[in-house]
């Protein structure tokens, strides 16, 4: 045997028991955490296990028909502090780069001066917040993006503090254009929509939340996701935006003129029923226009003269009356029943004998009560059954909220009285919602065929159309062929004869009927106090080939009150403006083939226009014919008779730079680019800008821009 041996198997054999014990000791523990501590062991790891955590989808876009986007979610951001992240280290760092920080801080919210941003964050840090607000309104995504890069805040949450609190808020970029039609979200997004299209295509806008559960991992969280969330589909309305923009400023500037109270405009395809348009506004306590609420769809008024229409529709297809038919209103003052009933004419000795086309086309009450008296006195609810055959009564069921449904009573012997039946022939006594009304002239217009109102065309998902919304037809037929035709001529002599003169034009004929009421006061009646009217226009256009079907309806206080005189006006120059839309002219017929036609070029983007003109074979100097969309060349034009002359010019990102002549677009492009924010007015070129060019630039300034 070896010198010492033994010595080392005794070590060898030490150490193999060694081994051995702490295998069993391990083994020992294992079993104890198993089985005697393990649901202690489970407690603690459920402390770092967050389940089921809601993911939220981002809520689909409302877009307008002609690829607008009118809603859309898009985050907002509150930015903090936390000034112990990062230890010593992040301090220093802090402390360093301070003026700098407060710096681009001001430069990205101007509303604060550099100081002032110093003098919060020391005060931050002095208290050594976790959770610090450094500014104390919603941002922007850009803005937190630049915010972000800033020193120190560049770093994760961990190391430089910087962290965010992020909101999911809803935003309409063309502000309030269709507003309470699209409809609006709770502040809170996440609790839903209140009303409109937001609301009726909630479930499909909004989409279906995932799920993830939260795992932490050496001192983070892991999102592991276990259901997937789906985003939201987008839905395609039927509102045309630059229509919109029309009806609400044709609107709008006749409300202010007459000191009204309440406005509202519908613009319906015909053949479709698609809604281009619909505009509610009220005057409000600052005398501004707002829309408030959804006057089109839910105001139950009495429609006054628009629903004489209607009636002498019914004597006609009952063959009660024809066109022709002469009728004696007297000197505009007339007995009906124990009651008197006036045509506006009656202080000018009324307007006697007069043909059935007449009383619509000059409005006579007496002429439309007297027939529709005669003729329905003893069995009213002939007259009745006769307006729900035609539609007028029926409930739209529409895709609005709070849409009302027309009212208008079936006789008995508790509601009827001996003048119930001419007092509803002329419009009163019923209860009609604009939307209603436009789509029964809508029905007219289309030969009989009455088709639903529609405010959604498709619904769509990641680009591709995934449902198509059909035109609803509510009847085929809501009169003969005769009686619809017989009302198209008189209706189209309404406008060219009659008192609804104003809502014609020299390019088109229009057909329609003014309207005229007296709104009631409920248990006060129509006179108490000062007197209330509701003036109207409804009718179509062009009135050989109808497109478009349109109702301006308008609530105003006091005398004067005319259809004719302040509907009709509104409802001209928004037939115009939309049929302008659709003019295209061969210019081939009228060009004489040794000219040369040099289109009017604005100050700008002179390579895109240099782009566009060679493309059209317009001769131009002084640019090359190379062209970039990502790299504008700024520049003035000269047009010639015969080409057009650019000149380059630099742009001093220091100065302000002259936009007189741009576009809109080129002037907002370029001043946003250098910093400023912009404000427009007018349409056109830009005449003038509120900031002279060669001024300094402050990062933030607002410049006015004026175009003519």
Known sequence: ??????????????????????????????????????????????????ENVTVRPTRGNIISSDGQLMASSLPEYKIYMDFKAGGHLKDSLLMLYMDSICDGLHQIFPDKSKAEFKSHILKGRKKGSRNYLLYPKRISYIQYKEAKRLPVFNLNKYKGGFHEQAFNQRKKPFGSLAMRTLGDMYPDIEQGAKNGLELSYDS?????????????????????????????????????????????????????????????????????????????????????????????????????????????????????????????????????????????????????????????????????SWLIDQNYHDHPEKYVQGLYKLGIASPLHLDIPGAGDPFIRM???????????????????????????????????????????????????????????????LNPAIASPKTIQEIQVILEKVVSE??????????????????????????????????????????????????????????????????????????????????????????????????????????????????????????????????????????NVTTNPDNVMFSKKEINNKLVPSVIGMGAKDAVYLLESIGLKTRLSGMGKVKSQSIPAGNTIRKGQTIQLRLN
């Open 1 to 50: 045997m070896m010198p010492n041996q033994k010595n080392i198997m005794t070590r060898y054999s030490f150490i193999i028991l060694m081994m051995v014990l702490i295998g069993i000791a391990i083994i020992c523990k294992a079993g104890v955490i198993m089985f005697a501590e393990r649901q202690y062991w489970k407690d603690v790891a459920d402390r770092f296990v967050k």
């Open 498 to 635: 009659g008192l609804g003169r104003q809502a014609g034009s020299k390019q088109f004929h229009v057909s329609g009927k003014t309207g005229t009421a007296q709104v009631s006061q409920g248990r006060s009646g129509y006179t108490n106090g000062m007197r209330q009217y509701l003036v109207s226009f409804c009718g179509y256009f062009p009135s050989e080939s109808p497109r478009y079907s349109c109702i301006v309806a308008i609530q105003k206080n006091g005398y004067p009150a005319s259809g004719g005189g302040m509907a009709g006006p509104v409802f001209r120059n928004i037939a115009e403006r939309v049929f302008a839309k659709h003019l295209a002219q061969d210019l081939q017929g009228a060009k004489d083939s040794t000219s040369i036609l040099v289109p009017d070029v604005k100050h700008g983007d002179i390579g895109a226009a240099n782009y566009i003109l060679n493309q059209i074979d317009i001769r131009t100097t002084g640019l090359s014919n190379s062209y970039s969309i990502d790299k504008p060349v700024w520049g």
């Open 204 to 368: 499909i806008l909004k989409g279906r939340e995932g799920i993830t559960h939260r795992q932490k991992v050496m001192n983070k969280y892991l999102n592991i996701v276990d259901i997937p969330p789906v985003d939201g589909c987008d839905i395609i309305t039927t509102i045309d935006v630059g229509m919109q923009d029309i009806a609400e400023k044709a609107l709008v500037d006749k409300l202010k003129e007459i000191n009204a109270t309440v406005g509202v405009a519908i613009l319906m395809e015909v053949q479709t029923g698609e809604i281009k348009a619909i505009v509610n506004m009220t005057k409000c306590a600052d005398g501004v226009y707002r829309e408030i609420r959804n006057n089109a769809v839910s105001d139950m008024m009495e429609p006054g003269s628009t629903f004489k229409t209607a009636s002498i529709m019914v004597a006609l297809e009952d063959g009660k009356i024809t066109p022709d038919q002469t009728i004696d209103t007297g000197n505009g003052v007339y007995n009906m029943h124990g009651a008197r009933m006036k045509d506006h004419n009656w202080h000018r000795g009324g307007y006697g004998v007069i043909t059935t086309t007449q009383t619509l086309m000059y409005s006579s009450n007496i002429g439309v």
């Open 411 to 473: 006789p008995n012997k508790n509601n009827w009285s001996k003048t119930a039946l001419a007092w509803m022939s002329i419009g009163y006594e019923t209860q009609i919602p604009p939307i209603s009304t436009v789509t029964f002239y809508n029905a007219i217009a289309n030969n009989g065929v009455m088709v639903k109102p529609k405010f959604v065309k498709a619904i769509m998902k990641d680009g591709q159309v995934v449902k198509e919304i059909p035109t609803e037809v």
